[in-house]
């Protein structure tokens, strides 16, 4: 592939193969020599058009690490600013001949429009609620790490699935390497149809988190919510908030992961955040190692000249 746009469309032996090249690259960021010559001479541009503090930090240290030239796109002091459209900006970038681009906006879908656009690699970083796909990565790699495999694992999805490309890529890249999902979440927080997507679904957590080896909590996305439905945030903490009481119904030994940010106290307790059967901190040291492993796959696929 020339770019990395989502989990669907990938084979499993494809999501395997950049989960055995993250391993790789852990190693290369544990040492006191980082570097790797794979993208000397290539430039990446990072161009966010939504925050982000996890993602795009660690894209930028993952092109430095290879030895690309990465340069950020700070869109708050850009010319979107004045009312450029994503492809002019895209078009312009373009004319500086990058040779990748890592996009994160809003909008579903613009990650790909942009792809078709311009004439370098081009990885998604986040389009609206449709696909996060390098946090799909990192999940998998750090389950991986912990259990050993991910097939046949019971795994559930908790919280604010409507709005998260985080699930969505999630729920495909999980079905795709053999585990059972489950969304848990209150009616109006699940999008109509989502049985399809191969998950389980409750509305109870407790009842939900029954047998479960690992427990992803969602951060509740009140700025997709346009003013429509926004739960009382205690009671949504009483009902879905993840603290010791609720993950006792979980697998001894269950293990916890969020994607950050997080919200202590909304939709997890924070002694269940920074507590031993946590590994939130050591997703983001995966969040590196699959960037590394994702950017250094597509350099295969640049062109030499
Ligand atoms: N998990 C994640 O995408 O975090 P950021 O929004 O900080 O990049």
Known sequence: HRHLLGIEGLQPHEILGLLDRAEDAIEVSRQVE?????????????????????TQSSFELA???LGADVMNMSVSSSSVKKGETLIDTAATLNAMHPDLLVVRHHAA?????????????????G???????????????????H???VSR????????????????????????????????????????????????VFRDMKEGLKG?????????????????????????????GLDAEKLSYANEGALVMHPGPMNRG????????DGPQSLIREQVEMGVAVRMAVLEALSAHLPNQ
């Open 266 to 273: 909304v939709e997890i307790d924070p002694a269940v955040a």
């Open 63 to 65: 092109g430095k690490r």
């Open 147 to 149: 259990k050993g495999t």
């Open 212 to 240: 479960v080896d690992i427990v992803m909590m969602l951060r509740l996305q009140r700025e997709r919510m346009n003013g429509a439905f926004i739960p009382s945030v205690r009671e949504y903490y009483r009902y879905y």
């Open 127 to 145: 389009d609206g609620a449709h696909e996060h796909p390098t946090q799909a990565l990192l999940d998998a790699l750090t389950i991986r790490r």
């Open 153 to 200: 694992l019971t795994i559930a999805i908790c919280g604010d699935i409507l709005h998260s490309r985080v699930a969505r890529s999630n729920i495909i890249l999980l079905n795709a390497l053999g585990a059972r999902v489950r969304v848990i979440a209150p009616s109006t927080l699940l999008p109509g149809g989502i049985e399809r997507m191969g998950v389980e």
């Open 34 to 54: 980082k570097k790797k010559s794979v993208l000397r001479g290539r430039t990446q541009i990072n161009l966010f058009f939504e925050a982000s503090t996890r």
């Open 109 to 125: 879908g613009a990650v790909h429009l942009l792809a078709r656009k311009v004439g370098c690699s081009v990885v998604n970083a």
